[in-house]
């Protein structure tokens, strides 16, 4: 392939050129959310939401290669937990870069072993996540959240170990702004509030 330049537009996500577009809606990742009754109450009134979009950059899925995406999560919650990706692992472990490019977020991060990060993303941002961690992004404010993710060609997404598994911690939109909620693994809706900090184990 030749080298090539795309452009990214910092508050829309969009990608030029890009290889092709990208939308998840709520019925798409409905197990994701801790309100399950929300979430089904939502669908069954016919209402399924884009929860977030994104593009693609033409870089092909192979060893060797960097690959990368823009993504725009749009604001909203279900129930009162923020709308984020389905979040995964990397098939085959291997590291990530993210950059904040508007809005405001925060990005859950769990290794194979049960440890925990957090780490706000926002315009300007870069957000490292180490091979063999999952990652999940939320967006926390009033707009759409757009960011960069760089990543390896071949690492493939694995999104059956987190739907399985889940994230430890949950942001959901509180009196005060948003908070993070450490979950109850045995029962979904179950959590109790809790402010780590950005390196706190889960
Ligand atoms: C990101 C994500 C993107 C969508 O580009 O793929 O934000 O999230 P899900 O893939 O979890 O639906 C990334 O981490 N790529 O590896
Ligand atoms: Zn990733």
């Known amino acids: 392939m030749q080298p090539f330049r795309a452009m990214l537009d910092f508050d829309s996500g969009s990608l030029v050129p890009a290889a092709a577009g990208f939308s998840r809606r709520l019925s798409e990742m409905i197990g994701a959310y801790a ?5 089904r109450s939502l669908l069954a009134h016919g209402d ?5 979009t994104g593009y693609d950059a033409s870089v092909p ?11 725009i999560i749009m604001p909203g919650t279900i129930g009162t937990e923020y709308f984020m990706t389905k979040g995964h692992h990397h098939v085959r472990d291997s590291a990530e ?5 508007s809005g405001s977020g925060v990005m859950l991060m769990q290794s194979r072993t049960g440890e925990f990060a ?3 993303l926002e315009p300007r941002a870069s957000v490292y996540v180490p091979p063999g961690w999952a990652h999940r992004t939320v967006n926390i404010g009033d707009a759409p959240l757009v960011f960069l993710a760089v990543y390896f060609g071949d690492a493939g997404h694995d999104y059956d170990s987190v739907a399985d598994a889940g994230f430890g911690w949950r942001v959901f939109r509180g009196a005060d702004g948003p908070e993070l909620h450490r979950m109850n693994m045995a029962g979904a809706g179950q ?3 809790a402010e780590p900090g950005a390196d706190d184990d889960g």
């Open 35 to 39: 309100d399950q009754e929300a979430a």
């Open 191 to 193: 959590s109790r509030p």
């Open 118 to 120: 957090r780490q706000d």
């Open 97 to 101: 870069f993210y950059l904040g490019m």
């Open 61 to 71: 899925a192979e060893a060797g290669h960097l690959t990368f995406r823009t993504t």
């Open 48 to 52: 399924d939401p884009v929860i977030y």
